[in-house]
Nanobody, 128 residues
Framework: QVQLVESGGGLVQAGGSLTLSCAAS????????MGWFRQAPGKERDFVAA????????YYRDSVKGRFTISRDNAKNTVYLQMNSLKSEDSAVYSC?????????????????????WGQGTEVTVSS
């Protein structure tokens, strides 16, 4: 049984930092492209960041570039999202996802349908 379990969410003031973690089990983690998505209340789920299987390539949505960093530890079956300089508009439920699609091509990295496995999410609230 595949499980992706996020942790690390919480309440933080604007300008602060949080690090989210996503622990995976039941799958071959090193074969998965891993991504983070977020969904704010009343809005659609949006792509945030993705990382290649080996961790040597990353991709971000424009609004988080320079503030968020995605990383992974294949020995620990865990992907991370370091979030700095948080803004109120970053408030959302953050979910990790895994997929075995080819890393080549930016469109598929952003597409929910590319990811077969999803976590339940962890909530991040940024107070202004």
């Amino acid at each position: 049984q595949v499980q992706l379990v996020e942790s690390g969410g919480g309440l933080v003031q604007a300008g602060g930092s949080l690090t989210l973690s996503c622990a995976a089990s039941g799958l071959t983690f090193s074969r998965q492209v891993m991504g983070w998505f977020r969904q704010a209340p009343g809005k659609e789920r949006d792509f945030v960041a993705a990382i290649s299987r080996g961790g040597n390539s990353t991709y971000y949505r424009d609004s988080v570039k320079g503030r968020f960093t995605i990383s992974r530890d294949n020995a620990k079956n865990t992907v991370y999202l370091q979030m700095n300089s948080l803004k109120s508009e970053d408030s959302a439920v953050y979910s990790c996802a895994g997929g075995t699609f080819l890393w080549v091509g930016v469109q598929r990295r952003q597409r929910e349908a590319s990811y077969a496995y999803w976590g339940q999410g962890t909530e991040v609230t940024v107070s202004s």
